[in-house]
Nanobody
Framework: QVQLVESGGGLVQAGGSLRLSCAAS????????MGWFRQAPGKEREFVAA????????YIADSVKGRFTISRENAKNTVYLQLNSLQPEDTAVYYC????????????????WGQGTQVTVSS
């Protein structure tokens, strides 16, 4: 099993930045593809970004491409999501997830989920 804990969320003004972290434990971190999803109240969970086992490939949703980046540091069992140029529309709970696949953009293909961290962007 894999346990995931997100951190780094908070309140930021439009145009600001946050760096989210996801700490993993329980299995070999480098064996899992990692992803970030977000969910606003009343909306479906939305894919944001994914990174392959080795970190050599990243995949960013069109809605945030150019503003968000994903990275991982396997030695620390941690994946990051850098959020820049934040907009009020980015307000959501951000979830970290792990998949036994190299990577995925699909909610159903992720096996483990964190509890989420709230990101709130004010205008």
């Amino acid at each position: 099993q894999v346990q995931l804990v997100e951190s780094g969320g908070g309140l930021v003004q439009a145009g600001g930045s946050l760096r989210l972290s996801c700490a993993a434990s329980g299995r070999t971190f480098s064996s899992y593809g990692m992803g970030w999803f977000r969910q606003a109240p009343g909306k479906e969970r939305e894919f944001v970004a994914a990174i392959s086992w080795s970190g050599g490939s990243t995949y960013i949703a069109d809605s945030v491409k150019g503003r968000f980046t994903i990275s991982r540091e396997n030695a620390k069992n941690t994946v990051y999501l850098q959020l820049n140029s934040l907009q009020p529309e980015d307000t959501a709970v951000y979830y970290c997830a792990a998949t036994a696949r190299r990577w995925s953009t699909r909610y159903s293909e992720y096996d483990y989920w964190g509890q989420g961290t709230q990101v709130t962007v004010s205008s």
